[in-house]
């Protein structure tokens, strides 16, 4: 089979199912009305029948249907049927063997055909029948009295009728036909509206490519195609801010792997030409390459870490309590507070609030903002702080160092981002250290932010999601 777009499937059964209504509803319509029409040519039958037995029985005063002889004598006369007789109403009377005994003048020498099925406990029945090639309806009834008994046939002709069900078929027909191409042309009408603005957005959807994320549909509808539309305008943006990331990320990457690949490669090559003669050229190129290729090593964990962090669901949680984590990440970098000359502290509380998350990222991410604060503060002091409020945990990183400048706070989380306190190369680190921690507290539901400490310095505030506030433990 063909393919058939989705604008002629709908078009087909859209004018199928209303050509299947139309011709159903037409059906009923026919078959009621030859209904109506048969019962009142019944009706017309049944009156004349019903006629001639009040004026039989008014003859007959004593009993419902018992005659007396002079009663059939005035039934069988042809000339008392004439009063029932008209253009459209035909009397016979036959005796009870099926002999015609007498009939109204417009019969001629027709004969009206005895119904067998009338006898005694069955003395009225309906039939058609067909006399001269003439359709009839007929309504036959036994009268008796004593041991005398007549059968009077009481007919009316159905070609008229007939003729009026033929020309009610024929007009339906043609009003059926004429429904139907309605229909069909409708159908097409509807369903290319339909189909319209989903063609146009996806037009649009091939035209766009890596290299045109700019790309926006306009429209002003309020249905569904208008929420569709949305969403394509939603996800181009979602994919354009996600590929101008990456250019980012790529350069910013390629930026930072070229220094310490072009430190390793100088020295190798001082390697080769002077290791062998100078011991000094030798050990101190051996030292710069083992530095740089650590540096590397740093910044690829810091990646791959990163990327552990973006995906989230990969990531095992247990309960576990913020203090001990914090604990242990101060515990961590307190030698490198004391090898710099700071005061590291940390304010243990009294309860410890119970997060849900992963113990080597939490403990990641306090060591990360603890890092960070120690570069960057030249002398003075660095604390840790950890507490709970509402629904919610947090920990806070503050230094006595010299801040971060108001127009940096929202972008200090950026990976690769350096500000101008850490231009110098005195300063180590691979720029993804903050990067990492906001990309931690997202996949656990928190959040992180930058401010400027009342006291001076920096101060980096963590926010999590609390297990329950009741369910806390001693520090």
């Known amino acids: 089979m063909g393919y058939l777009s989705l604008k002629w499937r709908i078009a087909a059964a859209y004018a199928v199912l209303l050509i299947v209504v139309l011709a159903g509803m037409s059906g009923v319509i026919v078959w009621r009305l030859q209904s109506i029409l048969f019962d009142e040519a019944r009706s017309r039958v049944d009156t004349t029948m019903a006629d001639i037995a009040q004026r039989v029985e008014a003859a007959n005063p004593f009993a419902l249907g018992e005659f007396a002889p002079e009663t059939f004598d005035q039934l069988f006369s042809s000339a008392n049927l004439v009063m029932w007789e008209s253009p459209n109403t035909f009397i016979q009377v036959d005796n009870v063997a099926g002999y015609p005994i007498a009939r109204t003048p417009n019969l001629g020498a027709t004969n009206i055909p005895p119904n067998t099925a009338i006898a005694p406990g069955k003395d009225s029945a309906f039939r058609t029948i067909s006399l001269n090639g003439r359709p009839f309806l007929v ?15 009481v007919a009316e002709p159905l070609d008229a ?53 700019d790309v926006r549909l306009v429209t002003h509808r309020r249905d569904e195609i208008g929420e569709l539309t949305a969403s394509f305008n939603d996800l181009l943006s979602r994919l354009e801010e996600a590929f101008a990331r990456e250019r980012q990320f790529i ?105 849900e998350g992963s113990e080597h990222l939490l403990r990641q991410l306090i060591g990360n903002l603890i890092d960070n604060a120690i570069k960057f503060t030249p002398g003075g002091s660095v604390s840790v702080r950890v507490g709970g409020n509402g629904g919610n945990a947090w920990v806070e990183v503050a230094d006595t160092g010299p801040g971060i400048p108001d127009a940096e706070l929202g972008a200090v989380f950026e ?61």
Not at 139 to 153: C, K, Q, T, W
Not at 181 to 207: G, Y
Not at 440 to 451: D, F, M, P, Q, Y
Request: hydrophobic share 45%.
């Open 139 to 153: 309504e036959d009834r036994l009268f008796h009295s004593g041991n005398a008994a007549a059968i009077v046939h």
């Open 161 to 213: 009728l007939y003729r009026t069900f033929e020309q009610g078929r024929q007009a339906i027909i043609l009003i059926l036909l004429g429904g139907a191409v309605a229909v069909v042309v409708l159908s097409f009408v509807v369903a290319s509206q339909a189909i319209e603005p989903i063609t146009t957005l996806s037009q649009a959807m091939r035209e766009v490519g890596s290299e045109r994320l």
């Open 251 to 355: 350069s910013d990457a390629s930026h930072e792997l070229k220094t310490p690949l072009t430190s390793i490669n100088a020295n190798a090559q001082l390697l080769m030409r002077w290791g062998d003669r100078d011991e000094a050229v030798r050990h101190e190129s051996l030292e710069t390459i083992a530095r740089e290729s650590a540096a590397l090593a740093d910044m690829v964990n810091g990646m791959l870490t990163l990327a552990k962090a973006d995906r989230g669901d990969d990531v095992p949680k247990e309960p576990l309590s913020l203090a001990m984590v914090a604990a242990e990440a101060v515990r961590g970098a307190s030698q490198r507070a004391t090898e710099k000359g700071l005061a590291l502290e940390f304010e243990r509380p009294e309860r410890s609030p119970l997060v």
């Open 415 to 475: 990976r690769f981002y350096r500000s101008d306190r850490s231009h110098s190369r005195n300063v180590p680190g691979t720029g993804l250290g903050l990067a990492i921690v906001r990309s931690i507290a997202r996949v656990h539901g928190g959040s992180v932010s930058a401010e400027r400490a009342p006291e001076g310095g920096a101060l980096f505030r963590v926010e999590l999601p609390a297990i329950d506030e009741s369910l806390t433990e001693p520090s």
